[in-house]
Structures are given as structure tokens and as C-alpha cells.
């Protein structure tokens, strides 16, 4: 029996690696985004803040944060247009909702306060930047992932085309926010 488990073991971790170490290979990755072949970036939840923004439509209420990694800050503060190539840029997308707790105690000196926090993740978002693999999008590679898996074809095809208007910032619309 321990041996039996032992095998298993190593059969997974040899999986797991030929896996990681493939992200575009012939077959699609299931962890990878369609088109792109764009994955999670490891650590992303530790870079910096870009901005933070709200989207509001007739089926969404959402609170969003835009991070970087080291080159996209830099390129960032700099004013450096294209970002460089490594350049990483996530979108972190949550339901916006009302704060009971913090309204009755903002209530006190501001009466009728509503104040609002993140509820739950609803999706991620990432922009890889790769001038010569994603030439043909602006040499922006796109993922959308929710709970962790890549979104369809048809989110993806979607993406580059209304990126577009942002064309003189390089596709990117979140602007640094200041402080
Ligand atoms: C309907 C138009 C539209 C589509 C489709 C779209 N985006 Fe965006 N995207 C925006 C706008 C506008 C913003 C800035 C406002 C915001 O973040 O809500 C944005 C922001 C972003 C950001 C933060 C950086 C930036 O450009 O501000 C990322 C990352 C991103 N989108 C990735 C994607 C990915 C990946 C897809 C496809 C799966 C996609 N977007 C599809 C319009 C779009």
C-alpha cells in the first residue's frame, strides 16, 4: 500500500512538472487563457497598486484593483510608452458591497453614511506584454480567469478590440493613481 501511494506520488509531481514547464505546447493548458495561452502570474496578490476603480452596469456592481508587477510600476512612474516587454498588469475584480458595521459607526458624525467594501472575488484579469509573440494584439497577450480557470474563446476574442481606443496608451486605460 505504501508503495502503491509512493508511485502515485511521484507520477503526480512528474505531471505537475511536465505540465508548468509547458504552458504552450501542442495541447492547450487548462490553466492557460485561449488565443494566448496567458496563465495566473505567481505572486501577483503582492504587487503594487496602479489604481483602484468601480464599474456599475444594469448587471454589475463591482470594486476593481489594478496591480503591476516590478516593470509595469516602473514603466508606470516613468511614463514609459509601450511598457517594456514583461511588463504585467492583473485586474482583480470583486462584488461591491454596503458595510452595516462600518455605516453605524460612521453614522455618529455623518448620518446617513454608506459605505461600501469588497464582497466576494467574481473574476481576474491580466494583460502579459510580449511584442513579438502578441504582435498582432498590440503586443498584448490577454486571461481572463475566473476561480482560477481561463474564461472561453469568445470572452478572448473580445478583448483586444476594446482595448483599442486606449491605443495611445499602449491598450492600457488604468492611468497610475496618485498620492
Ligand atoms: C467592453 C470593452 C472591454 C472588453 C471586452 C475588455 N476590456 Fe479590459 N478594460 C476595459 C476598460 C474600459 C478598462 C478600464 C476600466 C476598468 O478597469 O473597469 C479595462 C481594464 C482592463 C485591465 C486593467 C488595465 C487597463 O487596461 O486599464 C485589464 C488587465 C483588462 N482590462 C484585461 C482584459 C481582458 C483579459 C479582456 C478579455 C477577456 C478584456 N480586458 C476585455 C474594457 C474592456
Not at 456592481?61 to 516590478?70: C, P
Not at 452595516?100 to 455618529?108: C, M, R, S, T, W
Not at 461600501?116 to 513579438?132: A, I, R, T, Y
Request: positive net charge; aromatic residues 10%.
Amino acid at each position: 500500500m505504501k508503495r502503491i501511494v509512493l508511485m502515485m506520488v511521484a507520477v503526480t509531481a512528474v505531471v505537475a512538472t511536465v505540465a508548468s514547464s509547458s504552458p504552450v505546447s501542442g495541447r492547450m493548458d487548462e490553466a492557460a487563457s485561449p488565443i494566448y495561452g496567458v496563465t495566473i502570474p505567481p505572486g501577483y496578490r503582492d504587487w503594487k497598486m496602479i489604481a483602484v476603480a468601480q464599474l456599475k452596469t444594469d448587471k454589475v456592481d463591482q470594486l476593481r484593483a489594478q496591480l503591476g508587477n516590478e516593470i509595469a510600476i516602473k514603466a508606470y512612474k516613468e511614463g514609459t510608452i509601450p511598457f517594456p516587454d514583461g511588463s504585467i498588469i492583473v485586474a482583480l475584480h470583486w462584488t461591491r458591497v454596503a458595510s452595516e458595521d462600518n455605516d453605524k459607526v460612521l453614522a455618529g458624525p455623518f448620518p446617513g453614511a454608506q459605505s461600501f467594501v469588497v464582497g466576494s472575488p467574481v473574476n481576474m484579469q491580466v494583460m502579459v506584454k510580449d511584442s513579438k509573440k502578441y504582435a498582432a494584439t498590440g503586443g498584448w497577450g490577454f486571461g481572463d480567469f475566473k476561480d482560477g480557470k481561463p474564461a472561453d474563446e469568445a470572452m478572448h476574442k473580445a478583448c483586444f478590440s476594446c482595448h483599442e481606443p486606449a491605443k495611445d496608451r499602449d491598450f492600457v486605460f488604468t492611468r497610475y493613481a496618485p498620492f
